[in-house]
């Protein structure tokens, strides 16, 4: 079945750096989405990107999508000690008939004070 | 205000026994999922509802049945626990079922079966 993996599995940068996570995937999507998930925290929304997008910006983030790679990034820009999380991707697939959303394997990123 | 909630937030268990995990979501969406959450960080669905109604349904044993007595409560029992099924499980939900809604998660429930 179709699944996003990203790259790299683990990230550590210094406080101020950027960050960038790719998510790659299988099949043909008409959309992604990224997620973020604290330590011990349930998964929160960040953005989701079309497949007639190429690029999103939302505050110190930015995705882009080339469907023709089949791939995605995630750049956090002038990251924080906060932005330390785990970081998945989701493309859309189908079982049985139905719509679903498949989960990549993440990217944990450290950012160190 | 929660979005959307669980209980427990912690579980631990013997082997064998029968426990329930309750999640409400107070966002007036359609569709309710569990996910299962491994050591790995690996995150796959397990079910969905969409208005009540099962939608998806994965390959998960049959000591796991959901329930969803309306459409803002999405119950998780599990029958005969097994050492294997010690995870984290996450509720979530979304305005629809098609492509293109983001999906609001619970804190999770992390099970420990001993």
């Known amino acids: 079945s179709q699944q996003g993996e990203e790259d790299p599995q683990a990230l550590s940068i210094q406080e101020g750096e950027n960050a960038t996570m790719n998510c790659s995937y299988k099949?043909?999507?008409?959309?992604l989405q990224w997620y973020r998930q604290n330590s011990g925290r349930g998964l929160v929304h960040l953005i989701l990107?079309?497949?007639?997008?190429r690029e999103k910006h939302s505050g110190r983030l930015r995705v882009t999508l080339d469907t023709s790679k089949k791939s995605s990034s995630l750049l956090i820009t002038a990251s924080r000690a906060a932005d330390t999380a785990s970081y998945f991707c989701?493309?859309?697939?189908?079982?049985?008939?139905?719509?679903?959303?498949?989960f990549g394997t993440g990217t944990r990123l450290k950012v160190l004070a | 205000d929660t979005a959307v909630s669980q209980t427990p937030k912690y579980l631990v268990t013997q082997m064998g026994n029968d426990k329930s995990i309750k999640c409400e979501q107070n966002?007036?969406?359609?569709?309710m999922y569990w996910y299962k959450q491994d050591s790995k960080k690996f995150l796959k669905i397990m079910f969905s509802?969409?208005?009540?109604?099962?939608?998806i349904n994965e390959t998960v044993p049959n000591r796991f049945s959901p329930k969803s007595p309306d459409k803002a409560h999405l119950n998780l029992h599990i029958n005969s626990l097994e050492l294997g099924d010690s995870a984290v499980y996450f509720c979530?939900?979304?305005?629809?079922?098609?492509?293109?809604?983001?999906?609001?998660f619970g804190p999770g429930t992390r099970l420990t079966v001993t």
């Open positions: 966002l007036g969406h359609d569709t």
């Open positions: 990107i079309r497949s007639n997008e």
């Open positions: 099949t043909s999507i008409n959309n």
């Open positions: 509802y969409n208005n009540k109604e099962l939608i």
């Open positions: 989701a493309t859309p697939g189908r079982t049985s008939g139905t719509y679903k959303y498949i």
């Open positions: 979530a939900s979304s305005q629809g079922l098609a492509g293109g809604y983001e999906q609001y």
